[in-house]
């Protein structure tokens, strides 16, 4: 699956603990990516500073969903699960 232009739910639902350019301690969960154009697309796709969890995310349909809010929703559940294993 290649990912929906314009989706950006990978931006938006889930915590990245690494460091991206200008958050420095990552980005909590739900909260936009400073590098996610209002487009909802990826200000640093193709370069070497774009952190090494987002290169590694591979769009598929069991997290994407149908449509953009299917993938909020499941990428959301999925922070919330793994915050409570963790906690």
Request: one cysteine or more.
């Amino acid at each position: 699956m290649k990912c929906r232009a314009g989706c950006g739910a990978c931006c938006i639902a889930p915590s990245i603990s690494s460091p991206i350019p200008g958050m420095p301690d990552g980005k909590p969960a739900g909260v936009r990516c400073l590098h996610l154009s209002m487009d909802n697309l990826c200000g640093l796709f193709g370069s070497p500073e774009r952190p090494v969890v987002c290169e590694d995310f591979k769009a598929d349909p069991d997290i994407c969903g149908n449509d953009r809010d299917e993938a909020l929703h499941y990428i959301h559940w999925l922070e919330q699960e793994t915050d409570r294993v963790i906690n």
